[in-house]
């Protein structure tokens, strides 16, 4: 194995094109760690707010962004899991720098799972956070339970996407939100039914709902507000908001934030739909490596069904 890989990094704030290719020295596994060999990284909107300045903390340059990932262990010290060989994918050290836009990673080893045999590696990356995220919304936030009404708010986004499912194969009944070139989809995902949110305000046409996942924030989540029962939760994805806090607690409703983290629970519970399919990844586009600031202006112009990933390692076959 060569001492030197390819990364895709940033030497400072700006826009896609500050994304460039570089060879970097191969990093080396600490205790409880392992080397993973990327064969495919995903792509999320928390990347380029960062590229940018605008999500997680960068304490120095150069730096190499991404977290979703999918590949096959290389070596491991002191671990008693993943193994030599074994493939498996994973959302590491978020909010921490994971540098998964490289040809290996270092990743913990408990916050990577296996990646089942009969999903292929573009698939396994776009899992991890967008995976993640919904099952903590819905499972540990919300306590979603069987014959519950789920509105999922941008539902054919990326979490929106797997929160539908997710809810879905609960059993709840499920309302989601999305464009009228999306319907389609969505209700294809599982929902009972889809609201045009361009056309109509959700909040008049939409009532009794038990769980809200927000996946937009601000004037959009209080207004959501509207549509809960007595009692019921909006949990929303875009962080703390005292008006929305205050406005719930008037009407006697609930509120939620997910701030995702390694979760090895909800990954393997993910690792297991996609696994029987019951949980579908859509996929938007694959770039290359090399191509990488054109996959950060492809998801910023907004309009990504689904999920971008990147084919990392070109010899890796299964791609």
Not at 19 to 41: K, M, Q, W
Request: glycine share 12%.
């Amino acid at each position: 194995m060569t001492n030197i890989m390819r990364a895709a990094v940033i030497d400072a704030f700006g826009p896609a094109d500050t994304l460039r290719l570089t060879d970097l020295p191969v990093p080396v596994p600490g205790e409880g760690e392992v080397l993973i060999r990327v064969h495919a990284a995903g792509i999320n909107a928390i990347d380029w707010a960062s590229r940018a300045g605008q999500g997680v903390g960068v304490s120095a340059f150069p730096a190499v962004l991404g977290w979703d990932l999918s590949g096959t262990v290389v070596t491991g010290t002191g671990v008693t899991g993943p193994q030599a060989g074994d493939e498996v994918f994973g959302m590491p050290r978020f909010p921490a720098l994971a540098g998964a836009y490289a040809e290996y990673v270092v990743s913990p080893a408990d916050e990577v799972v296996p990646k089942p045999d009969n999903v292929d590696h573009r698939t396994a990356a776009a899992a991890p956070m967008v995976g993640i995220t919904a099952w903590q919304t819905l499972f540990r936030h919300a306590g979603l339970e069987r014959g519950q009404r789920v509105l999922v708010h941008g539902a054919a986004g990326g979490v929106g996407h797997v929160a539908v499912q997710l809810a879905a194969g609960t059993g709840a009944e499920v309302v989601g939100t999305a464009s009228a070139r999306n319907h389609d989809f969505v209700a294809g995902l599982g929902a009972s039914r889809v609201v045009d949110y361009t056309a109509e305000r959700v909040e008049d046409v939409v009532r009794d709902i038990d769980v809200v996942v927000d996946t937009r924030g601000g004037d959009d989540a209080v207004r959501l507000l509207d549509v809960l029962r007595p009692g019921g939760i909006l949990v929303t994805l875009k962080g703390q908001d005292d008006k929305l806090d205050a406005t719930a607690r008037e009407r006697g409703l609930r509120t939620g934030y997910t701030y995702v983290s390694p979760d090895a629970e909800a990954l393997v519970d993910i690792a297991r739909r996609l696994a029987d399919g019951s949980l579908r990844i859509a996929l938007e586009q694959a770039f290359p490596l090399e191509r990488v600031a054109a996959a950060h202006a492809t998801g910023e112009e907004g309009h990504v069904r689904g999920r971008l990933v990147l084919d990392v390692y070109s010899a890796s076959g299964g791609n």
